[in-house]
Nanobody, 128 residues
């Protein structure tokens, strides 16, 4: 299984950017997909996650209302629409997928070790 993230680049405060992550290979469905990010000198942090059907979406508090996660299962692709980005959103963004397993705990989606497949990352730089 390979995840290929794309769409990163330079964006100004108040602009918008859409990240994509295409999955290839065999992932058992239903699976969750997620976006994480890592800023320079900081730990990797959760951004958003989405269930197979799209009925469950989770966001970190700092991005809720500005970022939207979505997916197109026919294209095996997950997206992150970034609206009104801020300089603190500057980071390398990684997509991830679990392998369709069951999870325990109400906040399991925050834990990186719940995801089995990771993309290579795409850099987003927000300029003011």
């Amino acid at each position: 299984v390979q995840l290929q993230a794309s769409g990163g680049g330079l964006v100004q405060v108040g602009g918008s950017l859409r990240l994509s992550c295409a999955a290839s290979g065999s992932i058992r469905s239903p699976n969750y997909m997620a976006w994480y990010r890592q800023a320079p000198g900081k730990e990797r942090e959760f951004v958003a996650a989405i269930s197979w059907s799209g009925g469950n979406k989770y966001y970190t508090s700092s991005t809720k209302g500005r970022f939207t996660i979505s997916r197109d299962n026919a294209k095996n692709t997950v997206y992150l629409q970034m609206n009104s980005p801020e300089p603190d959103d500057t980071a390398v963004y990684y997509c991830a997928s679990d392998r369709g397993q069951r999870h325990s705990g109400s906040t399991w989606y925050l834990r990186p070790n719940e995801y089995d497949y990771w993309g290579q990352g795409t850099l987003v730089t927000v300029s003011s």
